[in-house]
């Protein structure tokens, strides 16, 4: 089935909900730690709107990690792998702890494309504290992907616009599974099976099979 064109409905003239596929590119940074069906869902969402998804895993500064960055990659990399889309790549090399210098990397690979870089509804209050974040918004769109438990807020909106924000409302529901969760409280349920034999073989996050 071919890709319609982009149409939209507008809320205001920097948001707008999303109602046929975009062109451009989806950039979709995670901690990855671990990847979790939440993960999988929202990867292969965004291949049902855009041409072309790219991830990575990166390190978040406001978190501290249950596992290496070199191990939160590879079971990336094998999530990547099992969903098995040409349209999906895994880009390492834009990996960091701040939006905007992956974004400054994407630019230099694709430049002149247009670029969107995606979030769930849970981090949308967090942007304003990013590292120069009216310059993010210079260098791409933000998607957002509605995630159950965390309702979007129209005031966290209205401070993303007043930062220059153009704002794409994404037509996903994503599960409530958190990589938190799996950390806080293993439970084997929220792994995608295609990562598991990995987890359990590098004993990550306290998961095992009693």
């Not at 950039?27 to 999988?40: C, I, N």
């Not at 098995?84 to 090399?93: A, C, F, G, R, T």
């Amino acid at each position: 089935m071919g890709r319609k064109a982009w149409t939209n409905k507008k809320r205001n003239a920097n948001t707008s909900t999303v109602t046929a596929p975009p062109g451009g590119i989806a950039l979709f940074g995670t901690s990855a730690d671990p990847p979790t069906h939440g993960h999988q869902a929202l990867l292969q969402g965004l291949l049902n709107i855009f041409p072309k998804v790219v991830t990575w895993a990166s390190d978040n500064p406001l978190k501290i990690h249950g596992a290496t960055l070199d191990k939160r990659h590879a079971l990336l990399k094998k999530l990547v792998g099992s969903i098995s889309n040409p349209h999906l790549q895994i880009i390492q090399e834009l990996s960091s702890p701040r939006a905007i210098t992956t974004l400054e990397k994407a630019t230099k690979i694709w430049p002149g494309e247009e670029l969107v870089f995606v979030v769930g509804s849970d981090l949308v209050s967090q942007i304003p504290s990013w590292t120069n974040p009216r310059a993010v918004m210079k260098k791409a769109r933000i998607g957002i992907a509605s995630r159950k438990g965390w309702p979007l807020q129209k005031k966290h909106l209205s401070i993303l616009e007043s930062l220059g924000g153009r704002i794409d409302l994404l037509p996903l529901k994503i599960p409530p599974s958190a990589s938190s969760q799996v950390r806080e409280n293993p439970n084997l349920s929220q792994i995608p099976e295609s990562i598991l034999p990995m987890v359990l073989k590098e004993n990550l996050y306290g998961l095992n099979t009693k």
